[in-house]
């Protein structure tokens, strides 16, 4: 082997415990790397190859209802590859032994599954028989959820009949791969919706449409036209009662899968840079000192005849060592991760054509990004080889220069500190660029940790906001149908109710000029006790008697601020735009976006009196009474706001995997940091140390004054950390896409508290593991040597 | 000059370097008394850095026994050597070894503020001459003003005994023989016991005592009646 190859190779043996240590930080970089990109390709790919060979619609147009001739109309469209009419109707079921009403949403399907768009992927049993025996078709998560079987029976309650259906086998559709009713849902409730999946002819017979259909699913030649076609449907249909028509975007499940994605890819490139440059941070300055170190081998090489060449590359091989050792390490554990995150997926999505591959693309990238990055690291820190002449290598290195630094001038105080202290900040004035490093990639960690903390802190005042101050009702009821405001009177009447308000929740267009944006409006009543709103500074406000109140992130892409009037369009009635006045701002973390005065909101409409939600408060005591509710005939079901919190942290398994991921691997990187840097100046100052031992300083107080140093920059790094990580944090919760949820942005002390309470962790740790290193100093050794 | 401060009784040591044993010491035997100024001379290898180690507590012997008046310093732990040194031992040695982050009074300030009675950090510099250099850093000061700050440091303590290695090693005559004055000085005024190690005869005429080292053994023990005055000293 080439000699400079061993010496390296001997070198990296003789401080194994420090290459271990960067060869962490760099294993974690890019295990994390390997383990999200190859999560997201493996997930991207399957869901664009089960997009394209499942033949997802581009186009979906809703009806009221209408004649199925229009699916004929539709298909004549220049650049539509195919249409199809279809039935989707949502309504009530029971399923005996579960109490909760369950949303059943029916769908019908082509006779033939073959050249069926959203065809279905059979997961079990046989495709529909078009009669009631092996009628229906169930999504897989459902189930799975309670545990159903081809065979198993429904009892759906239609038109207010209570129907039989026996379940033909279990089936998945592109459509919903995240199982969600509408994008007004966040999470998927698999015990309590369901898509079932009918025979078309069947479901109208069924359902009592016969001959017509309510939304017309539309393939195009070209994704490219989705915009031109969609305006050409629109233009088509505008007498034939359609109510809009939908993009791929617009679409609930489509859409998560796309924020999801987003979220992975972003994640797979940020998360991993910032490990690999504070690795690389670490590399250059072990290098530094090494160099320094090795200053007189330098001058014995040059001296020898090596090229100041050759001895770069020597200082630069224990870069690359890093480097390859990093990434190829990385890289084995990146894809062990990567398998079990993509099928953790499953456990929320619809993928059954899902592949798990290794993407040897994404290895040799991330073995790339590593060399590459320590690489320059090493390189950064070797050429100061080349400043160096050999006959000045062979002396020792002109002795430091001591002087006071600026702080003492300035601040006469620090000039006054223990000499311990003051030794500690010259120390730390003396090596500024390693002060500098380490400060930064503390504050680095730190950052990092809380950013990724803070979304617990987010999501846990958006459920206070929410469910505690916003939503102070008990149940929310749905009703089936609208219905006649008059209701409320009638569950009023109830003794168990001890208040009752009406809402109205009806999706429309809003439209300021060109920009438009679909949503939902809420009507509530004026001084609602059950359902509060919040101005921008957090203060209690109330919808106006005329006018709208809109969400910040609303009012933001329409563009208006208060004072400004924008057109109201319902989307059930189109052609009934009217003007409001945009009244104020509100923040509001989930749901809806727009809200206006019930009254007002209803005369919008243009329809009598209707309302289609409720909110109750009932008595004490009355728990057997929301089942009675349950069962009313014009209750689709009934809802506690609790029960969104509970899915809500089923869904937050998943990110609580991530964030402890991540928690973990900052741990072990703020560790690595510091050890490292306590080696390095340990061994820079040897001497130094050893000559306070054999004054009589223990050992304790020696490892203190190399304590103290850490100490004062992780506090340092700790007071940068802290905004840095709100920063990133903001930056992650900007991404969030706000049509899901607004996550408010917000740190909760504890945050900080469990930040700092583990940088203190870690730095009494790697001091620890330092402190033999200090104990097992050889004194008369160290002394005789000259340098 | 009766009482015995440092007693060693066969002393030996033995290095283990691979395959090669070394004996550095054998069976060195030494009584060094309190206030007396002693060098102990020998060529490079006869032993005299592991003498002075092992008589400051820095390193054990093999075999044999050191004792401090009646202390045996085999006796004591890692603390209590560490303790020793603390208390009773100023070292001085070739290469000044300096704080270099320091400012000569902050090196001695060093050590003082560890002592249980140590001695005023001016008077000290003043005595080995340095009090309008107590605000410089070492980078700023000559190898002589280097070194005497060191001894400086080494008498703030207050310790029972100075030991010196090769003191006047890197410096040139001139420079050499203020620092040797230095020493003297302290041994005459505060009465500090000090035991220089070197290789130059000529130091040796200023000692109360001389000691021989050769091949690890004490060869001879000469006492001097009339020390030179370190002024004259040449070499």
Same mark, same amino acid.
């Given at each position: 082997?080439?000699?400079?190859?061993?010496?390296?190779?001997?070198?990296?043996?003789?401080?194994?415990? =420090?290459?271990?240590?960067?060869?962490?930080?760099?294993?974690?970089?890019?295990?994390?790397?390997?383990?999200?990109?190859?999560?997201?390709?493996?997930?991207?790919?399957?869901?664009?190859?089960?997009?394209?060979?499942?033949?997802?619609?581009?186009?979906?147009?809703?009806?009221?209802?209408?004649?199925?001739?229009?699916?004929?109309?539709?298909?004549?469209?220049?650049?539509?590859?195919?249409?199809?009419?279809?039935?989707?109707?949502?309504?009530?079921?029971?399923?005996?032994?579960?109490?909760?009403?369950?949303?059943?949403?029916?769908?019908?399907?082509?006779?033939?599954?073959?050249?069926?768009?959203?065809?279905?992927?059979?997961?079990?049993?046989?495709?529909?028989?078009?009669?009631?025996?092996?009628?229906?078709?169930?999504?897989?998560?459902?189930?799975?959820?309670?545990?159903?079987?081809?065979?198993?029976?429904?009892?759906?309650?239609?038109?207010?009949?209570?129907?039989?259906?026996?379940?033909?086998?279990?089936?998945?559709?592109?459509?919903?791969?995240?199982?969600?009713?509408?994008?007004?849902?966040?999470? $998927?409730?698999?015990?309590?919706?369901?898509?079932?999946?009918?025979?078309?002819?069947?479901?109208?017979?069924?359902?009592?449409?016969?001959?017509?259909?309510?939304?017309?699913?539309?393939?195009?030649?070209?994704?490219?036209?989705?915009?031109?076609?969609?305006?050409?449907?629109?233009?088509?249909?505008?007498?034939?009662?359609?109510?809009?028509?939908?993009?791929?975007?617009?679409?609930?499940?489509?859409?998560?899968?796309?924020?999801?994605?987003?979220?992975?890819?972003?994640?797979?490139?940020?998360?991993?840079?910032?490990?690999?440059?504070?690795?690389?941070?670490?590399?250059?300055?072990?290098?530094?000192?090494?160099?320094?170190?090795?200053?007189?081998?330098?001058?014995?090489?040059?001296?020898?005849?090596?090229?100041?060449?050759?001895?770069?590359?020597?200082?630069?091989?224990?870069?690359?060592?890093?480097?390859?050792?990093?990434?190829?390490?990385?890289?084995?554990?990146?894809?062990?991760?990567?398998?079990?995150?993509?099928?953790?997926?499953?456990?929320?999505?619809?993928?059954?054509?899902?592949?798990?591959?290794?993407?040897?693309?994404?290895?040799?990238?991330?073995?790339?990004?590593?060399?590459?990055?320590?690489?320059?690291?090493?390189?950064?820190?070797?050429?100061?080889?080349?400043?160096?002449? $050999?006959?000045?290598?062979?002396?020792?290195?002109?002795?430091?220069?001591?002087?006071?630094?600026?702080?003492?001038?300035?601040?006469?105080?620090?000039?006054?500190?223990?000499?311990?202290?003051?030794?500690?900040?010259?120390?730390?004035?003396?090596?500024?660029?390693?002060?500098?490093?380490?400060?930064?990639?503390?504050?680095?960690?730190?950052?990092?940790?809380?950013?990724?903390?803070?979304?617990?802190?987010?999501?846990?005042?958006?459920?206070?906001?929410?469910?505690?101050?916003?939503?102070?009702?008990?149940?929310?009821?749905?009703?089936?149908?609208?219905?006649?405001?008059?209701?409320?009177?009638?569950?009023?009447?109830?003794?168990?109710?001890?208040?009752?308000?009406?809402?109205?929740?009806? $999706?429309?267009?809003?439209?300021?000029?060109?920009?438009?944006?679909?949503?939902?409006?809420?009507?509530?009543?004026?001084?609602?006790?059950?359902?509060?709103?919040?101005?921008?500074?957090?203060?209690?406000?109330?919808?106006?008697?005329?006018?709208?109140?809109?969400?910040?992130?609303?009012?933001?892409?329409?563009?208006?601020?208060?004072?400004?009037?924008?057109?109201?369009?319902?989307?059930?009635?189109?052609?009934?735009? =009217?003007?409001?006045?945009?009244?104020?701002?509100?923040?509001?973390?989930?749901?809806?976006?727009?809200?206006?005065?019930?009254?007002?909101?209803?005369?919008?409409?243009?329809?009598?009196?209707?309302?289609?939600?409720?909110?109750?408060?009932?008595?004490?005591?009355?728990?057997?009474?929301?089942?009675?509710?349950?069962?009313?005939?014009?209750?689709?079901?009934?809802?506690?706001?609790?029960?969104?919190?509970?899915?809500?942290?089923?869904?937050?398994?998943?990110?609580?995997?991530?964030?402890?991921?991540?928690?973990?691997?900052?741990?072990?990187?703020?560790?690595?940091?510091?050890?490292?840097?306590?080696?390095?100046?340990?061994?820079?100052?040897?001497?130094?140390?050893?000559?306070?031992?054999?004054?009589?300083?223990?050992?304790? =107080?020696?490892?203190?004054?190399?304590?103290?140093?850490?100490?004062?920059?992780?506090?340092?790094?700790?007071?940068?950390?802290?905004?840095?990580?709100?920063?990133?944090?903001?930056?992650?919760?900007?991404?969030?896409?706000?049509?899901?949820?607004?996550?408010?942005?917000?740190?909760?002390?504890?945050?900080?508290?469990?930040?700092?309470?583990?940088?203190?962790?870690?730095?009494?740790?790697?001091?620890?593991?330092?402190?033999?290193?200090?104990?097992?100093?050889?004194?008369?050794?160290?002394?005789?040597?000259?340098? | 000059?009766?009482?015995?401060?440092?007693?060693?009784?066969?002393?030996?040591?033995?290095?283990?370097?691979?395959?090669?044993?070394?004996?550095?010491?054998?069976?060195?035997?030494?009584?060094?008394?309190?206030?007396?100024?002693?060098?102990?001379?020998?060529?490079?290898?006869?032993?005299?850095?592991?003498?002075?180690?092992?008589?400051?507590?820095?390193?054990?012997?093999?075999?044999?026994?050191?004792?401090?008046?009646?202390?045996?310093?085999?006796?004591?732990?890692?603390?209590?050597?560490?303790?020793?040194?603390?208390?009773?031992?100023?070292?001085?040695?070739?290469?000044?070894?300096?704080?270099?982050?320091?400012?000569?009074?902050?090196?001695?300030?060093?050590?003082?503020?560890?002592?249980?009675?140590?001695?005023?950090?001016?008077?000290?510099?003043?005595?080995?001459?340095?009090?309008?250099?107590?605000?410089?850093?070492?980078?700023?000061?000559?190898?002589?003003?280097?070194?005497?700050?060191?001894?400086?440091?080494?008498?703030?303590?207050?310790?029972?005994?100075?030991?010196?290695?090769?003191?006047?090693?890197?410096?040139?005559?001139?420079?050499?023989?203020?620092?040797?004055?230095?020493?003297?000085?302290?041994?005459?005024?505060?009465?500090?016991?000090?035991?220089?190690?070197?290789?130059?005869?000529?130091?040796?005429?200023?000692?109360?005592?001389?000691?021989?080292?050769?091949?690890?053994?004490?060869?001879?023990?000469?006492?001097?009646?009339?020390?030179?005055?370190?002024?004259?000293?040449?070499?």
């Amino acid at each position: 082997m080439n000699k400079l190859r061993l010496m390296t190779l001997r070198d990296i043996n003789s401080n194994k415990g =420090q290459y271990i240590a960067v060869i962490l930080v760099v294993v974690i970089g890019i295990t994390l790397y390997n383990a999200v990109l190859m999560s997201y390709q493996s997930l991207s790919n399957s869901i664009e190859y089960y997009y394209e060979e499942y033949r997802l619609p581009h186009l979906f147009a809703k009806f009221i209802r209408s004649s199925e001739s229009i699916v004929a109309a539709a298909e004549r469209i220049d650049g539509v590859a195919a249409a199809q009419g279809r039935l989707v109707l949502d309504v009530p079921m029971e399923l005996p032994g579960f109490d909760d009403k369950i949303q059943a949403r029916f769908v019908s399907v082509p006779a033939s599954n073959d050249n069926a768009l959203n065809r279905l992927y059979l997961e079990e049993g046989r495709y529909v028989s078009g009669s009631f025996h092996e009628a229906a078709l169930v999504d897989k998560l459902f189930m799975e959820a309670h545990d159903l079987e081809t065979g198993s029976t429904l009892y759906p309650i239609i038109n207010g009949k209570k129907i039989q259906i026996v379940i033909a086998g279990k089936a998945v559709s592109p459509e919903y791969i995240y199982p969600v009713p509408s994008s007004r849902e966040l999470m $998927p409730d698999n015990e309590r919706f369901t898509i079932i999946y009918l025979e078309h002819g069947f479901m109208q017979q069924l359902f009592g449409y016969e001959g017509m259909v309510n939304e017309v699913v539309v393939r195009l030649k070209d994704e490219a036209l989705t915009g031109e076609i969609k305006k050409e449907l629109e233009y088509a249909f505008k007498h034939y009662g359609l109510i809009s028509v939908g993009e791929r975007d617009d679409q609930a499940s489509y859409m998560m899968m796309d924020n999801e994605l987003m979220g992975l890819e972003a994640m797979g490139y940020s998360y991993p840079m910032i490990f690999l440059l504070i690795g690389s941070i670490v590399i250059y300055m072990l290098l530094l000192r090494l160099v320094d170190n090795q200053r007189r081998q330098i001058g014995v090489l040059m001296a020898l005849g090596f090229t100041k060449r050759a001895i770069l590359f020597h200082y630069q091989g224990y870069a690359l060592f890093v480097g390859f050792a990093g990434s190829i390490l990385g890289g084995l554990l990146g894809i062990w991760l990567s398998g079990s995150l993509t099928r953790y997926y499953l456990v929320f999505f619809n993928v059954p054509v899902l592949q798990v591959k290794i993407y040897a693309s994404v290895i040799i990238i991330g073995i790339v990004l590593s060399v590459v990055f320590c690489g320059i690291a090493g390189l950064n820190a070797a050429k100061r080889v080349l400043r160096i002449a $050999p006959a000045e290598a062979m002396r020792p290195m002109a002795p430091v220069e001591g002087k006071k630094w600026w702080g003492e001038r300035i601040l006469p105080f620090l000039a006054r500190l223990k000499i311990s202290w003051r030794l500690t900040f010259r120390n730390m004035w003396r090596n500024k660029k390693r002060t500098l490093f380490t400060l930064f990639a503390i504050a680095m960690t730190v950052g990092l940790m809380i950013s990724i903390l803070m979304l617990l802190d987010s999501v846990e005042l958006l459920f206070d906001k929410a469910f505690g101050d916003a939503l102070s009702y008990d149940y929310k009821i749905n009703f089936t149908r609208d219905v006649h405001r008059g209701i409320i009177e009638d569950l009023g009447e109830f003794r168990e109710i001890s208040s009752v308000e009406p809402i109205a929740e009806y $999706p429309f267009r809003l439209k300021n000029g060109w920009r438009q944006k679909e949503t939902l409006v809420t009507g509530i009543q004026r001084g609602s006790a059950l359902y509060g709103l919040f101005d921008l500074n957090g203060n209690r406000t109330d919808v106006p008697v005329e006018g709208i109140l809109l969400t910040e992130g609303l009012a933001k892409s329409l563009g208006v601020k208060p004072g400004d009037t924008i057109m109201l369009e319902s989307l059930y009635k189109p052609e009934t735009e =009217q003007q409001v006045v945009v009244k104020g701002l509100v923040e509001q973390y989930m749901g809806g976006s727009g809200f206006m005065e019930i009254g007002s909101l209803i005369r919008a409409m243009k329809e009598g009196s209707t309302i289609n939600s409720a909110l109750i408060k009932i008595r004490h005591g009355s728990l057997g009474f929301v089942k009675e509710l349950e069962d009313m005939a014009y209750v689709q079901s009934v809802k506690e706001p609790d029960d969104m919190v509970k899915q809500y942290n089923e869904y937050m398994d998943i990110m609580y995997a991530y964030i402890g991921v991540i928690v973990a691997m900052s741990c072990i990187m703020g560790f690595a940091i510091i050890y490292n840097t306590t080696t390095i100046s340990i061994m820079e100052r040897k001497r130094e140390l050893a000559s306070l031992r054999i004054m009589g300083f223990t050992n304790n =107080q020696v490892a203190e004054i190399i304590f103290n140093e850490n100490t004062a920059v992780s506090i340092l790094g700790l007071l940068v950390g802290m905004p840095l990580g709100r920063l990133i944090g903001a930056q992650i919760i900007e991404f969030y896409p706000e049509d899901v949820m607004t996550l408010p942005l917000v740190v909760f002390p504890k945050t900080y508290i469990i930040a700092a309470a583990t940088v203190a962790l870690f730095v009494i740790l790697a001091q620890l593991a330092n402190m033999r290193r200090i104990s097992r100093m050889d004194l008369v050794e160290v002394m005789k040597s000259r340098e | 000059m009766e009482r015995v401060l440092i007693s060693t009784k066969d002393l030996s040591k033995i290095y283990h370097m691979g395959e090669v044993s070394v004996e550095a010491l054998r069976d060195a035997n030494l009584d060094i008394y309190e206030g007396e100024f002693v060098v102990i001379l020998g060529p490079s290898g006869s032993g005299k850095s592991t003498l002075l180690n092992i008589i400051g507590g820095m390193d054990t012997p093999t075999l044999g026994k050191v004792f401090f008046r009646d202390k045996e310093l085999g006796d004591l732990d890692d603390n209590g050597l560490t303790r020793y040194r603390r208390e009773n031992i100023g070292f001085i040695f070739q290469f000044y070894n300096l704080l270099p982050n320091l400012t000569a009074r902050e090196n001695l300030e060093l050590v003082t503020d560890m002592s249980s009675d140590p001695l005023d950090v001016m008077e000290v510099l003043d005595k080995v001459g340095l009090k309008e250099r107590a605000d410089h850093f070492p980078s700023q000061l000559s190898g002589g003003e280097q070194q005497r700050v060191a001894v400086a440091r080494a008498v703030a303590k207050n310790p029972e005994m100075l030991l010196c290695d090769e003191p006047t090693g890197a410096l040139d005559n001139t420079t050499g023989r203020v620092v040797l004055k230095v020493l003297k000085e302290i041994n005459q005024s505060l009465g500090k016991t000090v035991l220089v190690i070197t290789h130059n005869a000529a130091i040796a005429e200023m000692a109360n005592r001389v000691l021989y080292l050769s091949n690890g053994r004490t060869a001879d023990i000469r006492t001097i009646e009339n020390p030179v005055d370190p002024e004259r000293i040449e070499w």
